[in-house]
């Protein structure tokens, strides 16, 4: 009688690590709230997190205030506790485009796009810089891609 010996190798298999990735938008930088908010999210720790949209609210269409806006909230004590947990991406709405509604006409649209950048600190050579408008996309894993219109 013979024997047949059989042998079931199975390959290790490494597991995909989860991955958290918080959203946000809609944000009212004097709203006391604010600061409850960013810290709470920070406090999770996620991997990635993406504005998705009127990040900050401008008044009536005039650029100074709207950098005013990113400036203020980019120096607020809980946004940079957030900056040093996790990684922030975004992109734009209507508010933090410069004007409620505004379309591709809207006469500041260069200084917001700029403004926009330089708060989410897109570096200079990113190709999101050789484009109209703010699209980005970032590989956040082998298997997880972030596009932002």
Do not use: E
């Amino acid at each position: 009688m013979r024997y047949l010996t059989v042998f079931l190798i199975l390959g290790m298999v490494t597991p995909v690590s989860a991955q958290t990735i918080a959203f946000g938008s809609c944000h009212k930088v004097n709203d006391p709230n604010s600061d409850i908010i960013l810290t709470s999210i920070a406090n999770h720790k996620p991997d990635a997190f993406v504005w998705l949209g009127d990040i900050v609210y401008g008044k009536d269409g005039n650029p100074k205030h709207l950098s005013k806006q990113f400036k203020k909230l980019k120096s607020k004590y809980s946004y940079q506790n957030l900056l040093q947990s996790t990684d922030v991406y975004g992109t734009w709405d209507d508010h933090d485009y410069g004007l409620n509604n505004a379309g591709r006409d809207y006469q500041h649209k260069d200084r917001s796009r700029a403004d926009l950048f330089a708060f989410l600190n897109v570096p200079k050579n990113s190709p999101a810089f050789q484009r109209n408008g703010a699209y980005q996309s970032y590989d956040l894993s082998p298997k997880v891609k972030l596009i932002l219109l």
